[in-house]
Antibody, heavy 119, light 107 residues
Framework: EVQLVESGGGLVQPGRSLRLSCAAS????????MHWVRQAPGKGLEWVSGISWNSGSIGYADSVKGRFTISRDNAKNSLYLQMNSLRAEDTALYYC????????????WGQGTLVTVSS | EIVLTQSPATLSLSPGERATLSCRASQSVSSYLAWYQQKPGQAPRLLIY???NRATGIPARFSGSGSGTDFTLTISSLEPEDFAVYYC?????????FGPGTKVDIK
């Protein structure tokens, strides 16, 4: 059974940093691209960033480019999101999502970790 | 950035009725469009990928169609568990985007 478990969320002041983690199990992690998708309270879904199986291809939404960094450790079956210079508008539930064979399709999702940016 | 527009914003229907949801792209995405269902307090679930392919375990009452800029998700006969928010998403390029969603609620 595919499982994606996010962690690292919390309350953080504007301008500070936070690192999210996603622990994956139930599939061959290094065969698949992975993504972060967020959802602000009461709002829709926004793709944040994606990374290919070997970290050779990485993409970011314009809203986070230059502030967020995605990475992965295939030996640890883990995905990460380093978030710097956080803003109030980054407040959201952050989902880790598995890609359906590097196609930009999200076939499995975690339950999310909440990031709140506030002073 | 490819912008996706969904209509209507809210669709009020009764169980057993047919639901037709629309998604329009600001430029062609070929057939690279997916649909997701999200219920309150839950993560989204993949329903349809590449415009018309049902994901694993998705009931046959869900179907997708379209190509280029205009796409449709059809639920042939609404079951009580189908009342939810539906999002379309394009993967035409590595800048992935979602539509704003259509809420299907009980009339």
């Amino acid at each position: 059974e595919v499982q994606l478990v996010e962690s690292g969320g919390g309350l953080v002041q504007p301008g500070r940093s936070l690192r999210l983690s996603c622990a994956a199990s139930g599939f061959t992690f290094d065969d698949y691209a992975m993504h972060w998708v967020r959802q602000a309270p009461g709002k829709g879904l926004e793709w944040v960033s994606g990374i290919s199986w070997n970290s050779g291809s990485i993409g970011y939404a314009d809203s986070v480019k230059g502030r967020f960094t995605i990475s992965r450790d295939n030996a640890k079956n883990s995905l990460y999101l380093q978030m710097n210079s956080l803003r109030a508008e980054d407040t959201a539930l952050y989902y880790c999502a598995k890609d359906f064979a590097a196609m930009g399709i999200f076939d499995y999702w975690g339950q999310g970790t909440l990031v709140t940016v506030s002073s | 950035e490819i912008v996706l527009t969904q209509s209507p914003a809210t669709l009020s229907l009764s169980p057993g009725e047919r639901a037709t949801l629309s998604c329009r792209a600001s430029q062609s995405v070929s057939s690279y469009l997916a649909w997701y269902q999200q219920k309150p307090g839950q993560a989204p679930r993949l329903l349809i990928y590449d415009a018309s392919n049902r994901a694993t375990g998705i009931p046959a009452r869900f179907s997708g169609s379209g190509s280029g800029t205009d796409f449709t998700l059809t639920i042939s006969s609404l079951e009580p568990e189908d009342f939810a928010v539906y999002y379309c998403q394009q993967r035409s390029n590595w800048l992935l985007t979602f539509g704003p969603g259509t809420k299907v609620d009980i009339k």
